[in-house]
């Protein structure tokens, strides 16, 4: 059993990685200005039933940064592969959603069961503000620094809906958007989604699907959940009250709750 976190080199990427627990496998993968530590409770609870893998994508917390194209379901698939796992159940939040879109649909065989939460969907374009607000964070993290770029990221009333109102777990996230430094490291595109692009697959997806979003989540993200709902077979779609963007870290309880039963229902 590895630790909590360790660093394994897999296909000459060093990811800071952890498993705990046994049996069916589940991957958590987490979105943007995150890194795996947003899925602590989950890590916790689902661990009691499954074996749960979680770890920092390419470009985020301690995993290396991108010096060339990568996909993100590609680095998926060879962890998957470096642990020899042949079946396994995502978790995935936000931009995680995407790479667990792109994933599903190249290797549908891997996939028993996936959970989309806030999901982004490659080939859905994000709305102008957002990709704005997203430059100015960077640009001042490249001139100013994260400290800086983080006061401002706080007090700025368009993130309303992604950051914690909770102030324990506002403090949580906070640190772990000042801790994410290699995020600002790379150039963005070098990263490839899959071709076609997910939006215009969604059909495809066969899988078990459960779809969360927040109350509280912003409108574009509320439309992107109506649409994979919409379009892939049998998904179920659940609005968790009095949250915004990451239900899983603000009402971790209920998420987990909804999640454990959703998975129970279905591998039946």
């Given at each position: 059993m590895l630790k909590q976190e360790e660093i394994h080199e897999i296909d000459g990427v060093k990811y800071s990685l952890s498993i705990k627990g046994e049996g069916q496998s589940i991957v958590l993968l987490h979105g943007s200005y995150a890194n795996k530590k947003t899925w602590n409770y989950q890590v916790e609870d689902f661990s009691q039933q499954y074996k749960v893998i979680s770890y920092d994508q390419r470009g985020y917390g301690k995993t290396n940064v991108p010096t060339r194209e990568f996909s993100y379901y590609e680095d998926l698939k060879s962890i998957l592969d470096y642990f020899n796992?042949?079946?396994?159940?995502?978790?995935?939040?936000?931009?995680?959603?995407?790479?667990?879109?792109?994933?599903?649909?190249?290797?549908?065989?891997?996939?028993?069961?996936?959970?989309?939460?806030?999901?982004?969907?490659?080939?859905?374009?994000?709305?102008?503000?957002?990709?704005?607000?997203?430059?100015?964070?960077?640009?001042?993290?490249?001139?100013?620094?994260?400290?800086?770029?983080?006061?401002?990221f706080e007090e700025n009333s368009y993130w309303n809906y992604y950051i914690p109102k909770e102030q324990q777990n506002r403090k949580k996230f906070m640190e772990i958007y000042k801790s994410n430094t290699a995020f600002y490291q790379w150039k963005q595109n070098l990263y490839k989604p899959l071709e076609p692009l997910a939006i215009n697959q969604l059909e495809k997806i066969k899988v078990p699907t459960l779809i969360i979003e927040g109350e509280y989540d912003q409108d574009f993200n509320k439309k992107a959940s109506e649409l994979l709902?919409?379009?892939?077979?049998?998904?179920?779609?659940?609005?968790?009250?009095?949250?915004?963007?990451?239900?899983?870290?603000?009402?971790?309880?209920?998420?987990?709750?909804?999640?454990?039963?959703?998975?129970?229902?279905?591998?039946k």
């Amino acid at each position: 059993m590895l630790k909590q976190e360790e660093i394994h080199e897999i296909d000459g990427v060093k990811y800071s990685l952890s498993i705990k627990g046994e049996g069916q496998s589940i991957v958590l993968l987490h979105g943007s200005y995150a890194n795996k530590k947003t899925w602590n409770y989950q890590v916790e609870d689902f661990s009691q039933q499954y074996k749960v893998i979680s770890y920092d994508q390419r470009g985020y917390g301690k995993t290396n940064v991108p010096t060339r194209e990568f996909s993100y379901y590609e680095d998926l698939k060879s962890i998957l592969d470096y642990f020899n796992i042949k079946k396994t159940i995502l978790v995935a939040s936000s931009f995680g959603g995407s790479v667990a879109l792109d994933f599903t649909l190249k290797y549908p065989e891997y996939v028993e069961a996936l959970v989309l939460v806030g999901s982004a969907a490659n080939g859905y374009k994000y709305p102008a503000r957002m990709m704005l607000e997203c430059v100015l964070d960077y640009f001042r993290m490249k001139i100013k620094g994260i400290k800086y770029a983080a006061k401002k990221f706080e007090e700025n009333s368009y993130w309303n809906y992604y950051i914690p109102k909770e102030q324990q777990n506002r403090k949580k996230f906070m640190e772990i958007y000042k801790s994410n430094t290699a995020f600002y490291q790379w150039k963005q595109n070098l990263y490839k989604p899959l071709e076609p692009l997910a939006i215009n697959q969604l059909e495809k997806i066969k899988v078990p699907t459960l779809i969360i979003e927040g109350e509280y989540d912003q409108d574009f993200n509320k439309k992107a959940s109506e649409l994979l709902h919409s379009r892939i077979k049998g998904a179920e779609r659940i609005v968790i009250k009095k949250c915004g963007h990451l239900p899983y870290f603000e009402k971790p309880e209920e998420f987990n709750k909804i999640v454990l039963k959703y998975l129970e229902e279905v591998s039946k």
